[in-house]
């Protein structure tokens, strides 16, 4: 089955999505994607479903093609400090705050949500393999953040996040066992399971 163009009819719908919730480094990232209506794609769906390059081909796709797009991020030390929930409802605020059109609707991947403003919302679990809007927010907030680990892995070599992107991997802990912790690891995370005095 094809995902929705729509959830209601007539409506100015932004699809919102994160990437990077669980991560032990590195920011949360988010977009936010207004679609023309009727928008279809043969081959856009959840960010996971997809492989790096169908990812990046259709992240331009959907730069091109939307209405109006945001994206927001939010550091590893706003997480600390605010935790990973409220961090990635944030970090959705900051991208809404970005769309050059205001949204009658926002459809949330997910099913919490922080009301932004006085813009009703559904939340949707497992939406961006329902909605082509859910769907194009997450390849640009997957897209922006993988851009952003990439940089960080050549300022901190080692760590493995060109590819690992910051996630729990084998070889990321034991980088964190063996090196130590870098300012862009979650100090709120646990990063090692025994959790060695690192600090």
Request: hydrophobic share 40%.
């Amino acid at each position: 089955m094809g995902l929705l163009s729509y959830f209601k009819e007539g409506k100015i719908e932004a699809g919102c999505d994160e990437a990077g919730r669980g991560c032990l480094a590195g920011p949360v990232v988010a977009a936010a994607v207004i679609l023309p209506p009727d928008y279809t794609h043969d081959i856009l769906n959840d960010s996971k479903k997809l492989n790096a390059k169908q990812r990046e081909e259709l992240r331009k796709e959907v730069e091109n093609e939307s209405i109006t797009y945001g994206v927001g991020i939010v550091s590893n030390e706003e997480i600390d400090e605010i935790n990973i929930l409220n961090a990635s409802f944030l970090a959705m605020h900051r991208a809404i705050a970005q769309l050059e059109q205001i949204p009658e609707l926002l459809l949330i991947d997910g099913n919490r949500f922080n009301q932004y403003r006085d813009i009703p919302h559904e939340t949707i679990i497992k939406g961006d393999g329902k909605y082509y809007a859910i769907a194009a927010a997450s390849i640009l907030a997957k897209t922006y953040r993988d851009e952003i680990m990439k940089g960080l892995d050549k300022e901190y070599e080692g760590y493995g996040w060109a590819t690992n992107a910051g996630y729990p991997t084998k070889a990321h802990r034991k980088a964190i066992k063996e090196l130590g912790v870098t300012p862009y690891h979650r100090l709120s995370f646990r990063l090692l399971p025994e959790q060695l005095e690192m600090f």
